[in-house]
């Protein structure tokens, strides 16, 4: 089972969800999307919080207040987080999460670290949490699948800017070599360059 939450602070609005176990976590952990961000309390056990970006966004154009969002979320959703003041919570792209066999269900690495950001939490607020359950929606999704169709889409469109790209090349080579034409024909027509009869010195009007 995955969590879906709405985070309606800013227009337009970000979805967050979060796997209901560990075991759940592992499969997000696996078959996320490029474009999701993790969120996780830092030392200590918590759920595994993931923010869709906006297309084209980074993880810098997130605002502060989903930020703020996703961090209480995740710290609502740790046992011992959940009771602690002033906590950390850290945050990358989905695709520095690092797995490795001999990890335990649910643990992760990073393969930069200096990518990873972190955020304070000074205590929960509870009314930042109650908004989001509110907008709480409970699924079943198909994990691999759901990366697999977007993969597809993603490479579709890569073919597709390709194809666009070759044919801009094509247009471009195409006006270029008309331009070309154009110059060499206007350099022809230049009078320095042009002759006449009376410049071969055929200049008679007689046959013989």
């Given at each position: 089972m995955v969590f879906y939450f709405t985070s309606n602070v800013v227009t337009p609005e970000y979805s967050i969800y979060m796997g209901v176990d560990k075991h759940e976590n592992e499969d997000l952990i696996k078959w996320g999307f490029p474009e999701d961000v993790w969120f996780h309390v830092d030392k200590v056990s918590s759920a595994h919080v993931y923010l869709?970006?906006?297309p084209g966004d980074t993880i810098e154009d997130v605002p502060q207040s989903v930020i703020?969002?996703?961090a209480q979320l995740v710290k609502a959703n740790s046992i011992q987080g959940n009771k602690m003041n002033n906590i950390d919570v850290i945050y990358t792209m989905w695709e520095n999460l690092k797995?490795?066999?001999n990890m335990d269900v649910g643990q992760v690495g990073f393969f930069k670290d200096k990518e990873v950001h972190k955020v304070r939490v000074e205590k929960?607020?509870?009314?930042i949490v109650n908004r989001l359950q509110k907008t709480k929606v409970e699924k079943f999704p198909d994990l691999r699948a759901e990366r697999?169709?977007?993969d597809h889409k993603e490479a579709v469109e890569k073919r597709k800017k390709i194809q666009q790209e070759?044919?801009?090349e094509?247009?471009?080579i195409r006006k270029r070599k008309e331009?070309?034409?154009?110059?060499?024909?206007?350099?022809l027509m230049k009078p320095e360059n042009m002759t006449s009869n009376f410049d071969s010195g055929n200049d008679s009007d007689d046959f013989m």
């Open positions: 869709r970006l906006h703020d969002d996703c797995k490795t066999a929960r607020h509870n009314d697999e169709e977007r070759k044919q801009r094509k247009e471009d331009q070309a034409e154009l110059r060499s024909y206007a350099s």
